[in-house]
């Protein structure tokens, strides 16, 4: 088992977004998670990522799940630093074991993946919507993680964008991680997905 979670429920100002969410996800597991606008996907990806404390319940990673960097969040507008684009590669490497060699291959390869490298020394800033995104997957992607949260992922994505990241993805998966996408349209991430699961009325139905 790589996560599960008991009873989770989170409210904001005395209003129950929802409540007794029990998971239990699986290494390599894919899932599409749905539900309508405010339902509260994004606010329960961040919640099995530990980004934000439920109200009640908990979320508990498992084995691989628990070391540095293993489960990883992505927003539609993902946060980017404001140094170049290798530096963003680089950051969460400083955090893994890994040798001067081995983190400038991994951010070669990651560049490439991501058809980045002309821009490797250009400041992460000045790069437009779909090259943000592609950057963000790459920087997650380096991390090599186990558990990748994928929040509207290919909102306003061009052509070329979805096909890297979808590429980048499934390379993942390949390798045994697990993700969960949510998006409100099926694109070709959904369809990397084996399951649906779908968050309505305060509850998640996860045949």
């Not at 008991?6 to 100002?13: G, K, T, V």
């Not at 977004?17 to 539900?35: R, T």
């Not at 558990?147 to 890297?164: G, R």
Request: glycine residues 6%; contains cysteine.
């Amino acid at each position: 088992m790589l996560l599960t979670s008991h009873n989770l429920a989170i409210s904001f100002a005395q209003t129950e977004l929802f409540s007794n969410i029990n998971i239990e996800l699986k290494q390599g597991q894919s899932v599409w998670l749905q539900g309508v606008n405010g339902a509260g996907k994004t606010t329960l990806l961040k919640l099995l990522a530990k980004l934000t404390k439920p109200s009640n319940g908990n979320v508990t990673h498992h084995g691989v799940a628990t070391k540095t960097g293993a489960v990883i969040y992505l927003h539609q507008q993902p946060y980017l630093f404001s140094g170049s684009v290798l530096d963003n590669l680089e950051f969460g490497l400083k955090s893994l074991k890994m040798s001067s060699a081995q983190r400038r291959s991994a951010c070669a390869e990651a560049l490439e993946l991501a058809q980045l490298s002309h821009l490797t020394n250009r400041s992460a800033q000045v790069l437009s919507g779909g090259e943000r995104q592609r950057l963000a997957l790459a920087r997650a992607w380096v991390m090599q993680p186990k558990l990748l949260l994928l929040d509207e992922p290919t909102a306003n994505l061009d052509p070329i964008s979805l096909k890297l990241i979808t590429h980048m993805v499934k390379q993942l998966q390949h390798q045994g991680c697990s993700i969960m996408v949510t998006s409100h349209q099926q694109t070709p991430l959904t369809e990397l997905c084996q399951h649906r699961w779908l968050l309505e009325q305060k509850r998640l139905q996860c045949p």
